[in-house]
Nanobody, 124 residues
Framework: QVQLAESGGGSVEAGGSLRLSCAAA????????MGWIRQAPGKEREVIAR????????YYADSVKGRFTINQDNTDNTLYLQMNSLKPEDTAMYYC?????????????????WGQGTQVTVSS
């Protein structure tokens, strides 16, 4: 099992930047599909970025492509999401999640492990 804890959310003006962190604990020696998922009030969950810890290119949703970057630091078992050029429509609760490899190939939100989430609010 994996325990995930997000941090780094907050309030920022449009055009600003934030970096979210996701600290993983537990079975960190196995490979997983790791993702960042957000959910705004009244909207469905959206997988905005995901990466397979065993290697390969990351995936980005069109809504964040070119503005957000997902990366992992294996030395401290932390997943990051660098968010630049933030827009008011990026306002949401952001979750870190981990799951089996197939998620990185087939997509979806069927991650097995989830963090508690961190709120990001972007004002215009």
């Amino acid at each position: 099992q994996v325990q995930l804890a997000e941090s780094g959310g907050g309030s920022v003006e449009a055009g600003g930047s934030l970096r979210l962190s996701c600290a993983a604990a537990g079975d960190t020696h196995s490979t997983y599909c790791m993702g960042w998922i957000r959910q705004a009030p009244g909207k469905e969950r959206e997988v905005i970025a995901r990466i397979y810890t065993g290697g390969g290119s990351p995936y980005y949703a069109d809504s964040v492509k070119g503005r957000f970057t997902i990366n992992q630091d294996n030395t401290d078992n932390t997943l990051y999401l660098q968010m630049n050029s933030l827009k008011p429509e990026d306002t949401a609760m952001y979750y870190c999640a981990a799951g089996f490899e197939y998620i990185c190939y087939w997509g979806g939100t069927d991650f097995q492990y989830w963090g508690q989430g961190t709120q990001v609010t972007v004002s215009s």
